[in-house]
């Protein structure tokens, strides 16, 4: 089933199942997804949709009004090993925290026992992430800070990272 969103960065195409939540992302000119094929979730009468929907909503109107939002709703992910591997790490990225793709490496390389791991392989994984803001890949920064490599463009990553920060500087939960 096929659902739009409303956001602040624009209108995001959601993709779920009764029971699951499959992807979150944006839709623009490029995207070839058009909002008029989907329900829009954001209207008054959205109660009437699946319960997985209805979670989505919620969490993306606590997050989108400020504040951090409860434990996701129910997700689907379908792609590799190594890329679930590392979109489990991005899930745990705290709200409002980064760390760089070559963090993630580390860490992919130490639990695989191996030496170490491509930073530009873990790049692929996260921009391959299916479930955009909810599985937190604008957490993810170069190691000189930079805000490189983000599907839906820099500019959204760095709205994204500023209203996080603006809501734990506001001590809202």
Known sequence: MNYVYSSPIGTLHIKCSDKFLYGISIITEKSGISDMACHDITEKNADKYPPIVKETRQWLDSYFSGNIPP???????????????????????????????????????????????????????????????????????????????????????????????????????
């Open 71 to 173: 434990d996701i709703p129910p997700v689907r992910l379908e792609g590799t090993t190594f890329q679930k591997h590392v979109w489990n790490i991005l899930l745990g990225i705290p709200y409002g925290a980064t760390t760089t793709y070559k963090d993630i490496a580390t860490a992919v390389a130490s639990t695989r026992n191996r030496e170490s791991m491509s930073a530009q392989a873990v790049g692929q994984a996260v921009g391959h992430n299916p479930i955009g803001i909810i599985i937190p890949c604008h957490r993810v920064i170069g190691s000189d800070g930079s805000l490189t490599g983000y599907a839906w463009g820099t500019d959204k990553k760095k709205w994204l990272l500023q209203h996080e920060a603006q809501t734990l500087a506001s001590g809202r939960k």
